[in-house]
C-alpha cells in the first residue's frame, strides 16, 4: 500500500517573507488512526512571527478545515486551498493551533 493513500498529514511551512521561523515550534501531534482526524501545532510566539500550516485538500480533508486556537496572540486564516496562514501578534505565549475536518 501506497503510505500516501490516504493523503499527507498537516505540516510547517514557512512564508516568503520570513523564511526563518522566529517564533519557537515546540510540539507537532497527529491523531491516531483510530481516533478522529486531529493535528495540533504548539508554540512559544514571537510578535511578527509567520508561517503556514498546508493540509492535503485532495484526500485527507476534502472538505476543508476547522482551525481553532487556544489561547490569545495568533491569528490564523484557512484560504480553503489548503494553506492555513498563521501570524504571531504577541510574544511569549503558549498558543496550540489545531486543525479538524470540517463535516
Known sequence: MNAFAAGFPPYIRPTAAQPEPTCVFEVETFSSPDQPLKYHCKIT????????????????????????????????????????????????????IALSPKR
Open 45 to 96: 510566539t514571537a510578535v511578527g512571527a509567520e508561517f503556514e500550516l498546508v493540509y492535503d485538500k485532495v484526500k485527507m480533508f476534502r472538505g476543508g478545515v476547522v482551525v481553532s486556537v487556544e489561547e490569545n496572540g495568533v491569528e490564523a486564516t484557512d484560504d480553503g486551498g489548503g494553506v492555513v496562514r498563521v501570524r504571531c501578534t504577541t510574544s511569549g505565549e503558549r498558543v496550540d
